[in-house]
């Protein structure tokens, strides 16, 4: 099972993208999802994780500009990225918490660029 995520692309500063997340298969009833992003050259970091029961937290530099959700029914995860700034610029990814390595899918682009 692999988590898929999309939505990503090029898009100006202040802009908006809107990122999904779909598991390839199975992976049960997870309390808490989350996305993650890692920069190049950086180490991955939580960005915005959410409970089944809707309880959402965020990293400092997005709060306020992202906004976490998710279908339990479906088990997809979305993330609504406003204001964009160049240094949101990362591979997204999504996965539970604790994160499950086998979990890891390849991840969607998001460029901040002008």
């Known amino acids: 099972v692999q988590l898929q995520a999309s939505g990503g692309g090029l898009v100006q500063p202040g802009g908006s993208l809107r990122l999904s997340c779909v598991p390839s298969?199975?992976?049960?009833?997870?309390?808490?999802m989350a996305w993650y992003r890692q920069a190049r050259g950086k180490s991955r970091e939580l960005v915005a994780g959410i409970s089944r029961g809707g309880i959402t937290n965020y990293a400092d530099s997005v709060k306020g500009r992202f906004t976490i959700s998710r279908d339990n029914a479906k088990n997809t995860v979305y993330l609504q990225m406003n204001n964009l700034k160049p240094e949101d610029t990362a591979v997204y990814y999504c996965?539970?918490?604790?994160?499950?390595?086998?979990?890891w899918g390849q991840g969607t682009l998001v460029t901040v660029s002008s």
């Open positions: 996965n539970a918490v604790p994160a499950v390595g086998p979990w």
């Open positions: 298969g199975s992976i049960g009833s997870i309390n808490v």
